[in-house]
């Protein structure tokens, strides 16, 4: 009987749960600090836990707007420019970070697997605002 019991218990032990990898560029969800687009690199160059890919928040109040356009907009085909507003981390600021801006804008950044989410308030902004 003991040994029925030692087994089922080492059986129990060795189920593990699927990895998911929801946008499946090789780093799981839970790992992951941009879960809906592919970034192998995991590139953060603002070190907030959402992923450059993601992170079109430039000023951190939890929307992308017309704030972030403006940041963004001087880094534009620029060789001096801001690194986090490197999208794609292909070391220039592009049209592929102008698409991704207007994909992104008046949402939120991430989701991000090393983040909480952000529950959708219209006043989450604001408040964050004033609380830096």
Do not use: K
């Not at 690194?83 to 008046?106: A, C, E, K, R």
């Not at 989701?111 to 952000?118: C, E, F, H, N």
């Amino acid at each position: 009987m003991t040994s029925i019991i030692y087994a089922a218990i080492t059986l129990r032990d060795c189920v593990s749960e699927p990895i998911i990898d929801t946008d499946d560029d090789g780093v799981p969800d839970n790992e992951d600090n941009c879960i809906e687009a592919i970034n192998t690199s995991q590139l953060d160059t603002d070190q907030d836990g959402y992923g450059n890919r993601c992170d079109l928040d430039f000023n951190n109040d939890n929307v992308v707007n017309f704030l972030d356009i403006s940041l963004w907009i001087p880094s534009f085909n620029n060789v001096d420019f801001d690194p986090d507003h490197d999208i794609d981390g292909s070391g220039s600021v592009n049209h592929i970070g102008y698409v991704v801006l207007t994909y992104q804008y008046l949402g939120q950044p991430g989701p991000s697997g090393l983040m909480p989410s952000i529950q959708s308030d219209p006043n989450t902004a604001m408040r964050n605002s004033r609380n830096r």
